[in-house]
Every structure is written in structure tokens, then in C-alpha cells.
């Protein structure tokens, strides 16, 4: 049995979920997530308890348990608490500001980029180079993440562009210079 896959997941106060077939609706104080699950799993509301389980050990089965019963955690955790991703610019000259629901970023191009929020993400720039990109969608906060950062990925030479906070960049040494033999 999977480990994770048999734990069940606690439905806290304020939240309320409803099964339809292979669909799911969780529905709490930040919002709503509707997700579908693979029709071989059984999802069932037990009290307040929300509990997966597979019809056999079918290695497709096996994998299939674990990552249901995360996905519907992680739904639970986001219409309570939300999720959020921190982002950090570093670099000479490269900055973020917010401008109404807009995210204007100068990056050491010739133009500025920009990226708007949408109903799912909200988008904040405490100062210059902090994003916090927030949401209660674990993916669409973690894909919106990703393609803010792919804007500018770091590089490993000088340390410069949007990184994750707490990411580690490898650094590289440069070219040698013309030696003495």
C-alpha cells in the first residue's frame, strides 16, 4: 500500500467537499478548486475525512494512489491557507514594480516585460526585487512562478536574474585570462 496513498485527509471547518463521480469540488474561505481524478480511484467523504483508495496493486493503480490523494491535499490546503512562491531579481539595473494589475520588470533588455495577474494568481512587489506570485492552485502558482522566471533565468557566471528564494545558483569561474607559460 502506498504510505502516503492511505492517509486520510482531514477536511477542516469551513471547508466543504463534494464528490461527483470521478470530479471533485472543495469549496473554502480563500475560494473554489473543481479537479478531476482518474476514474481507476475511489474518493469517499467519511465524516470529516476525506479517504483514496485503488481497486488493486496494478502498478498504474499503485502510482495513481499516492499522487489522487496529494493532489486533493493539496486542493484542501489551498482554499485555507493559499500557497505562494517567492521570487528574487538580482542583477544591476534589473527591478520590479507593480503598476494596477501588472508586474513591469526591467531586465536588462531594451523593453520592459511585463506580466499580468489573473483571476486565479495575485501578484505582489514589496520592493524592487521581491515577487510573491500567490494563489490557491498549488500548479497554476508554481507554473506562473516558472514563467516569470523564465523571463530572465539566472545565470552562473555573475549571479544575475530571477531566482527562486533560497535557490542555489552554481557558480562558475570565467574564462582564463591570457596566461604566462
Same mark, same amino acid.
Given at each position: 500500500?502506498s504510505?502516503?496513498?492511505?492517509? @486520510?485527509?482531514?477536511? @477542516?471547518?469551513?471547508?466543504?467537499v463534494a464528490?461527483n463521480?470521478n470530479?471533485?469540488t ?18 469517499k ?6 479517504v483514496?483508495?485503488?481497486p ?6 499503485r ?40 508586474l513591469?520588470?526591467n531586465l536588462?533588455?531594451?523593453h ?23 494563489g490557491?492552485?498549488?500548479q497554476?502558482?508554481?507554473q506562473?512562478?516558472?514563467e516569470v522566471?523564465?523571463k ?8 544575475k ?11 562558475k ?9
Amino acid at each position: 500500500m502506498s504510505r502516503i496513498g492511505r492517509k @486520510p485527509i482531514v477536511i @477542516p471547518a469551513g471547508v466543504e467537499v463534494a464528490v461527483n463521480g470521478n470530479e471533485i469540488t472543495v469549496k473554502g474561505p480563500k475560494g473554489t478548486l473543481n479537479s478531476k481524478f482518474h476514474p481507476l480511484m475511489t474518493v469517499k467523504v467519511e465524516g470529516a475525512e476525506i479517504v483514496v483508495t485503488r481497486p488493486n496493486d496494478e502498478k498504474e493503480a499503485r502510482s495513481l494512489h499516492g499522487l489522487t490523494r496529494t493532489n486533493i491535499a493539496n486542493m484542501v490546503e489551498g482554499v485555507v491557507k493559499g500557497f505562494e512562491k517567492k521570487l528574487e531579481v538580482k542583477g544591476v539595473g534589473y527591478r520590479v514594480q507593480k503598476q494596477g494589475k501588472d508586474l513591469v520588470m526591467n531586465l536588462g533588455y531594451s523593453h520592459q516585460v511585463i506580466m499580468s495577474e489573473n483571476e486565479d494568481i495575485q501578484i505582489e512587489a514589496p520592493d524592487a526585487t521581491t515577487i510573491i506570485i500567490k494563489g490557491i492552485d498549488k500548479q497554476k502558482v508554481g507554473q506562473f512562478a516558472a514563467e516569470v522566471r523564465e523571463k530572465r533565468p539566472p545565470e552562473p557566471y555573475k549571479g544575475k536574474g530571477i531566482m527562486y528564494a533560497g535557490e542555489r545558483i552554481i557558480r562558475k569561474e570565467g574564462k582564463a585570462g591570457k596566461g604566462k607559460k
